[in-house]
């Protein structure tokens, strides 16, 4: 039983599809006073459930879902997975001043006590080595670089794949290995979360490719929107822009359009640069998660 919250019904259908299960929805309103009424339209008893949510603006999304598993759960849900394309709050992953919350623990607390397993794509590990640090239930980190590049391979005419930072180039260098094009790596510094520079290195050994600026996550766009300007600068075309999770926040979109060539994102979170389709990577990986429920009062 596949329950498609608000937002997910194309990705929740192909998933559905994919593990030949029961598509289904839930009825959502809210109170006068702004709180949340819920109602799972089909019975979970007895029955694997996966609840797809992307979780982009998770503050206003994240109640929603921890009722929907606690709904299922009560009702007799024999166990619940949660399928989150995009996966918050993973910045804070350690304490940098007194006081502070670790937020990437406490978010992952209320998940992993409220489902059996995760699925994500491509989840902002930095500090943490994998999800298994973090996440006390089985929790799959699923990696959209080969989407990525049979997409570049298809569409990009003798690319040179861009990556942002240092941490990049693992990640970066795969892209381009499985797309069969060159890869460069920037130099960046960060003063703050939207103010970035960039230093990047001499391009003229790449005249006459065009430039793929490829990023997990593309939030405030600062660190693309240096790196366009200083790939025109040095006389290549504008950079085609390629990110797995279209975040966007504030005019971000609008003035990267304004720099790039193209700018194309996978569809774990919905927008209008959405091209490159995540579902095929779920399917198998589902089917093979642990089946275990937990006892839970009702």
């Not at 089909?42 to 982009?56: C, E, H, I, M, Y």
């Not at 491509?122 to 640090?133: I, M, T, V």
């Not at 990640?171 to 920037?186: I, M, N, Q």
């Amino acid at each position: 039983m596949v329950i498609a919250m608000p937002g997910t019904d194309a990705l929740a259908n192909a998933i559905a599809a994919a593990v030949a299960g029961e598509l289904t929805g839930i009825e959502t309103r809210r109170f006068p006073d702004d709180e949340v009424y819920l109602r799972l339209q089909a019975d979970p008893k007895g029955r694997s459930v996966v609840v797809v949510a992307t979780l982009d603006r998770p503050d206003a999304k994240l109640l929603s879902v921890l009722f929907a598993a606690g709904a299922a759960r009560s009702l007799g849900a024999a166990h619940i997975g949660l399928v989150a394309p995009y996966l918050p709050y993973m910045r804070q992953d350690k304490r940098f001043r007194d006081g502070e919350a670790v937020t990437s623990v406490h978010f992952a607390d209320m998940v992993s006590a409220a489902f059996d397993w995760l699925a994500t794509v491509d989840p902002h590990l930095h500090r943490y080595r994998s999800l298994g640090e973090v996440y006390r239930i089985p929790a799959v980190a699923l990696q959209a670089a080969p989407l990525l590049s049979a997409w570049i391979k298809e569409h990009v005419a003798r690319p040179l794949l861009v990556g942002p930072d240092a941490e990049s180039e693992q990640w970066v260098s795969a892209v381009a290995a499985r797309a069969k094009a060159p890869h460069v790596v920037l130099s960046k510094e960060r003063f703050g979360d939207r103010d970035v520079r960039v230093s990047v290195p001499d391009l003229s050994r790449w005249a006459g490719h065009t430039p793929v600026l490829v990023d997990d996550i593309v939030s405030s766009a600062r660190t693309m929107i240096e790196a366009c300007r200083h790939m025109v600068a040095a006389g290549l075309p504008r950079p085609v822009c390629v990110a797995v999770h279209a975040l966007f926040a504030g005019d971000a979109f609008q003035s990267l359009r304004q720099v790039a060539g193209r700018i194309v994102t996978t569809n774990t979170v919905p927008h209008e640069t959405n091209a490159i389709d995540i579902a095929p990577l779920f399917g198998r990986s589902l089917l093979d998660l642990p089946r275990e429920g937990r006892a839970r009062g009702s």
